[in-house]
């Protein structure tokens, strides 16, 4: 029963489209649309070094009737890697054991490990990028491929801002199942620019799981400082 519940933490440690021939942009677009990938994939002028934020996690099993939830203080600096303090938890024991908690273990193992954040980074090295269509006169939608399946890497799509080419959102199922016991695993990672700093603000999962059944899990991101500034 163990391994049910420890692959659920996969998904959601997962720093979470079908091949087709696409039909040939006009020049002027597919120009524009090469400039935007450009500025998304150049380094960040103002990158994140250090965070304290508060996190509300919440998970769910067996169709919503096993859940739990965790409340935690958590912190990131070069000094001292990524460290978590949990305030408060609630409901299922199991859940909060074996999901909540293991899923800060591990993403504090994810972020100590130079090899598993380039295997999950978003860079041409793990991902091709495709269509590029605007969904608005804000938003543009980028369509990704990774470029071999792994469990750190997503089958599906990117937002992002047209003027600035901050990446909003990105969406799509798991490339590679975390286990024989998942069917399927959809991710939803959420990212916001505060105090000029681009952090991520909010991740869901959705996992189907032989026996337990529909499974999912949401985690939430308050700032109190970024990069050693106060966030109000």
Known sequence: ???????????????AATLAAHPQAPHAATARAGALLDR???PDDQPLVSYRAFRHMTASTRGGKLRASLDAWTSLDPQHGFRYEIAKMDGS????????????????DAIQSA?????????????????????????VRV??????????????????????????????????????????VRVVREYDR????????????AADVLVVGASSFSMDYTYSEINGQPVN
């Not at 024991?93 to 504090?108: D, F, T």
């Not at 999950?120 to 938003?139: H, I, K, M, Q």
Request: glycine share 4%.
């Open 194 to 205: 505060i105090g000029g700093v681009h952090v991520p603000i909010r991740m869901t999962s």
């Open 40 to 42: 998304f994939l150049a």
């Open 115 to 139: 090899a598993s954040k380039a295997q999950s980074a978003l860079t041409p090295a793990n991902y091709e990028f495709l269509d590029v269509n605007p969904l608005d006169d804000r938003l």
């Open 93 to 108: 024991g199991v859940i909060q054991k074996h999901v909540l908690l293991k899923a800060l273990e591990a993403e504090q």
């Open 143 to 184: 369509d990704v491929k990774p470029r071999r399946n792994h469990v750190m890497l997503i089958h599906g799509h990117l937002v992002i801002e047209s003027d600035s080419a901050d990446l909003v959102r990105v969406e799509g199922e798991l490339s590679k199942r975390p286990s024989f016991w998942t069917r399927r």
């Open 1 to 15: 029963m163990r391994a049910r519940w420890t692959l659920t933490v996969v998904l959601i440690a997962a720093a």
